[in-house]
Nanobody, 118 residues
Framework: QVHVVESGGGLVQAGGSLRLSCAASGSIRSINAMAWYRQAPGKERELVAKITENNNTYYADAVKGRFTISRDNAKNTVYLQMNSLKPEDTAVYYC????????????WGQGTQVTVSS
């Protein structure tokens, strides 16, 4: 069994910070990439940030300079540090992992709610 689990969501005021965590577990040989997506009510899911096996990073323009993605290979965990949060950041945040088990596959977490009040 392979599991991807997010944690760290919550309610914060505008300008505040949250740190999301995503832990992958199971029969994992290696992690090629991990990414954070978000989906607001009535909106499509969008890519927020991703990090590769070589620690190359990508950020959506809307979060660049405010969010930082990082990973801990020993713990099979990726983090999303979110600073200077805005109400428009309110969404369910999902972790996606490209994992090598017996093959290369894509795995999703269940999501964690982030709510930013004005």
């Amino acid at each position: 069994q392979v599991h991807v689990v997010e944690s760290g969501g919550g309610l914060v005021q505008a300008g505040g910070s949250l740190r999301l965590s995503c832990a992958a577990s199971g029969s994992i040989r290696s992690i090629n990439a991990m990414a954070w997506y978000r989906q607001a009510p009535g909106k499509e899911r969008e890519l927020v940030a991703k990090i590769t096996e070589n620690n190359n990073t990508y950020y959506a323009d809307a979060v660049k300079g405010r969010f930082t993605i990082s990973r801990d290979n020993a713990k099979n965990t990726v983090y999303l540090q979110m600073n200077s949060l805005k109400p428009e950041d309110t969404a369910v945040y999902y972790c996606n992992a490209i994992l090598v088990t017996s093959y290369v596959g894509s795995y999703w977490g269940q999501g964690t709610q982030v709510t930013v009040s004005s």
